[in-house]
């Protein structure tokens, strides 16, 4: 059985940083592309970061592109987002996913993964 736990949310002023973690049981995250999203309040899921699962190609959205970075923990099978210099407009609950199927042109695509994290949240004050 495959499951996603997210850790690592929480309160943070702007200009400040936060690390998330996704770590894994029931799968091998070497061989799973793993992929960040968020969801604001009344806001649509969206696309935050992915990593790929043989090269290691790293797409990011625009909005956090330069302030997070994404990685992955082989030993420890956890994939990591360093978010820093956030904005208030980062607040939103962050969710891993992960898929063993995907392809690179999918990689920003939230239906395309088939393994979801409950969430964490972040808040950034102003």
């Known amino acids: 059985q495959v499951q996603l736990a997210e850790s690592g949310g929480g309160l943070v002023q702007a200009g400040g940083s936060l690390r998330l973690a996704c770590a894994a049981s029931g799968v091998t995250f070497t061989r799973y592309a793993v992929a960040w999203f968020r969801q604001a309040p009344g806001k649509e899921r969206e696309f935050v970061a992915a990593?790929?699962?043989?090269?290691?190609?790293?797409p990011y959205a625009d909005s956090v592109k330069g302030r997070f970075t994404i990685s992955k923990n082989n030993a420890r099978n956890t994939v990591i987002l360093q978010m820093d210099d956030l904005k208030p407009e980062d607040t939103a609950v962050y969710y891993c996913a992960a898929s063993g199927t995907i392809i690179m042109s999918q990689l920003r695509t939230h239906s395309a993964y088939n393994y979801w994290g409950q969430g964490t949240r972040v808040t950034v004050s102003s």
């Open positions: 990593i790929s699962q043989r090269h290691g190609s790293t």
